[in-house]
T-cell receptor
Framework: GAVVSQHPSWVICKSGTSVKIECRSL??????MFWYRQFPKQSLMLMAT?????????EQGVEKDKFLINHASLTLSTLTVTSAHPEDSSFYIC???????????FGPGTRLTVL | KQEVTQIPAALSVPEGENLVLNCSFT??????LQWFRQDPGKGLTSLLL?????REQTSGRLNASLDKSSGRSTLYIAASQPGDSATYLC????????FGQGTTLQVKP
C-alpha cells in the first residue's frame, strides 16, 4: 500500500507554545488529507478534512483558530496546534487518499504532550 | 449521521481459538468498510478493505464480511495467536471515514 509519514513522531512542549506536525504522502498525490485525534483508550475522531489548495473543513467542536491546517501541496499537509495547553495532549494521526473512492492511508501518528 | 458500533469492547481468548469481532453501522450508503489493527501507542495497520459491492475479503487467517443491507460486518480470526493481541478498529466510509470504538483482543498463550 501507499505510504504516509508524519513528523515528528513525538513532541513535548510547554503550555502556550505552538507545535507543527507534518504529514507527507511519499509515493502518491494526496488530493485529500485528514487529521484525526485519539485520546487514550478511545477511538479516532476526525478533526478536519483538507483538499490541496483550499481551506480545511473542520468538524463540529474543533476550533479552527487553534488547530491550523495547511495543505499547500499534493504531498504535504501540516497541523499547527497554537497556544497548546495540557488538554491538547493527544495522539494525532493524519491520513491521505488520492481519489474520492480510493482507500485512505494512515500515518504512524504523532504523540503530543503539553506540560 | 453515521454511527459505528463494535461489539464486544474487549475479548480474551486462549491461543488457538477462532473468534469473531462484530461491527455495525447505521447508514448503509457507504463506499467501503475497513478493518484496522492498532497496537498500544502505535498507528493503524490496515488489515482488510471491503468495497461496498463486495461481500467479503480474506487475508491469511483473517476474513472480513460485509452485509450492507443489514449494516453489519464481521472480522473472523482463525487459529488466534498471542501476536494477534491488539485493538481492532472498524471504519466505514461514506463521505468521511467514521471509526468504531474498537475491540481490544487479548490472546493468552
Amino acid at each position: 500500500g501507499a505510504v504516509v509519514s508524519q513528523h515528528p513522531s513525538w513532541v513535548i512542549c510547554k503550555s502556550g507554545t505552538s507545535v507543527k506536525i507534518e504529514c507527507r504522502s511519499l509515493d502518491f498525490q494526496a488530493t485529500t488529507m485528514f487529521w484525526y485525534r485519539q485520546f487514550p483508550k478511545q477511538s479516532l475522531m476526525l478533526m478536519a478534512t483538507s483538499n490541496e489548495g483550499s481551506k480545511a473543513t473542520y468538524e463540529q467542536g474543533v476550533e479552527k483558530d487553534k488547530f491550523l491546517i495547511n495543505h499547500a501541496s499534493l504531498t504535504l499537509s501540516t497541523l499547527t496546534v497554537t497556544s497548546a495547553h495540557p488538554e491538547d495532549s493527544s495522539f494525532y494521526i493524519c491520513s491521505a487518499r488520492d481519489g474520492t473512492e480510493h482507500e485512505q492511508f494512515f500515518g504512524p501518528g504523532t504523540r503530543l504532550t503539553v506540560l | 449521521k453515521q454511527e459505528v458500533t463494535q461489539i464486544p469492547a474487549a475479548l480474551s481468548v486462549p491461543e488457538g481459538e477462532n473468534l469473531v469481532l462484530n461491527c455495525s453501522f447505521t447508514d448503509s450508503a457507504i463506499y467501503n468498510l475497513q478493518w484496522f489493527r492498532q497496537d498500544p501507542g502505535k498507528g493503524l495497520t490496515s488489515l482488510l478493505l471491503i468495497q461496498s459491492s463486495q461481500r467479503e475479503q480474506t487475508s491469511g487467517r483473517l476474513n472480513a464480511s460485509l452485509d450492507k443491507s443489514s449494516g453489519r460486518s464481521t472480522l473472523y480470526i482463525a487459529a488466534s495467536q498471542p501476536g494477534d493481541s491488539a485493538t481492532y478498529l472498524c471504519a466505514v466510509r461514506g463521505g468521511k471515514l467514521i471509526f468504531g470504538q474498537g475491540t481490544t483482543l487479548q490472546v493468552k498463550p
